[in-house]
């Protein structure tokens, strides 16, 4: 995108964000409507029209310091503070997320979904809550998705209307336009946030059990491959990164990922990550060309964030042949994993038989995550992988959740043989 097509679209957001930030003090009683919005917004276009041309003119990026010097060369008289946090606002709608940037800088929001002008929702790890912060029209979150999927190097118009893509910052977006999207553009965003949980953390905030951490440190110390299900939003990517973290520091972590979302807190950890086609359908990297890009990479675990399509085969591959890993799946149930994993290697070209073989040499236990009716995220069960007498994968419930503790089931004792007797 060019710098004066990014300016001209930037400028009618800050604009648009300026009469919606004026509307809202006028409701409060704070200042008079009407004149003193369109004063307002006048100022801001002005502010944001001479700042971008001063980068442009300079060849600057819009840093906040940047944008703090092009404030002072166009002689606004501000005091220091006002500066920099007019420069803050400014950069935040020539690159940021402009009336949403706020949302995602609170640590507690996880995802921010905006679902029309007027019905921005967040998650705050409870149920979803309405915010107060709204756009002028459709027009206007229209061109947020844009300049967005443009900031990702992605592109979002007429004929391509849906973009699922990665910010900079490592914010997940995704949006869908009209017609596709009914009514008004759609977007989702989901915050990364910049360090893995603790098991110390998970256990405080109720998605581990008391002494469950015990199990779970154990299940890593003993290499043994694993899988973690669940629902979207049900937290696989944070507890899979907190266990990554526990690996000894001594081995090396190699992650495969379509987004890379994991963050482990390890000091040996290379990302891998996917790439869509360009706009001429070149240049498209898959996640099974990762996963056999990551296998010459000497990994002693072998990590794929998300299990979904063909990769899976090349995966339980691996597993076979030496290398310690692990994945998450999408699932209802820790006991539909073997079917849901089924359906993956069927549609790659792998016999059923052929996959159970695969599976129950490579996949020792399922740890399988819900979300419960209050937004809590909770460990709900953990099964062990055995073969039934039909030569099928099936896996038997070793734990479940209890406030108190794991509660043990019939495969708890098949569980704490592969654990060595460790975290019992």
């Not at 206007?140 to 849906?162: C, E, I, K, N, T």
Request: hydrophobic residues 45%.
């Amino acid at each position: 995108m060019s710098g004066g097509g990014a300016g001209g679209l930037l400028s009618s957001a800050l604009a648009e964000g300026a009469v919606h930030r004026g509307g809202e003090m006028a409701r409060r009683g704070e200042i008079p409507s009407g004149s003193a919005v369109s004063g307002r917004a006048g100022t801001e276009r002005g502010l944001l029209d001479g700042v971008r041309q001063w980068l442009a003119e300079q060849g600057h990026e819009p840093t906040a310091a940047r944008v703090a010097q092009a404030l002072r060369a166009q002689g606004r008289v501000l005091g220091h503070a006002e500066v920099l946090g007019a420069a803050e606002h400014l950069r935040s709608e020539l690159v940021g997320a402009g009336p949403l940037e706020a949302l995602l800088a609170d640590p507690a929001v996880t995802d921010v979904l905006v679902s029309g002008p007027d019905r921005v929702w967040v998650d705050r790890g409870r149920d979803l809550e309405l915010t107060g912060v709204t756009f002028p029209n459709g027009a206007a979150v229209r061109r947020l998705a844009q300049r967005l999927a443009a900031v990702a190097g992605r592109r979002l118009d007429d004929a391509h209307p849906w973009v699922d893509a990665r910010l900079p910052d490592g914010t997940r977006l995704h949006a869908v336009l009209p017609p596709v999207a009914v009514g008004s553009p759609y977007l989702s965003l989901r915050a990364v946030r910049p360090r893995a949980f603790t098991l110390a953390e998970l256990v405080a905030a109720g998605t581990i059990p008391p002494g469950g951490d015990r199990i779970l440190r154990a299940l890593i110390d003993s290499r043994l491959s694993f899988l973690i299900s669940g629902g979207t939003g049900s937290g696989k990517t944070t507890l899979l990164s907190a266990l990554l973290g526990l690996v000894a520091g001594t081995e090396r972590i190699v992650l495969a990922e379509d987004s890379a979302e994991l963050r482990p807190d390890h000091p040996h950890v290379v990302g891998l990550q996917a790439r869509p086609a360009n706009q001429e359908g070149a240049g498209l990297i898959t996640l099974q060309d990762l996963v056999r890009q990551a296998l010459r990479m000497r990994p002693d675990r072998l990590v794929v964030g998300e299990v979904r399509g063909p990769e899976v085969v090349h995966l339980l591959a691996a597993l076979n042949t030496g290398h310690g890993g692990c994945c998450t799946v999408h699932a209802n149930t820790a006991a539909d994993v073997p079917a849901r994993l089924e359906a993956l290697g069927t549609a790659a070209g792998l016999g059923r038989a052929a996959l159970h073989s695969q599976l129950a040499a490579a996949l020792s236990a399922v740890l399988h995550l819900v979300r419960d009716r209050t937004g809590r995220r909770r460990i709900a069960e953990v099964h062990v992988v055995e073969r039934s007498t039909s030569g099928l994968v099936v896996t038997v419930p070793a734990l479940r959740w209890s406030a108190g503790a794991f509660v043990h089931e019939d495969g708890w004792q098949r569980l704490s043989e592969l654990l060595g007797g460790a975290g019992t």
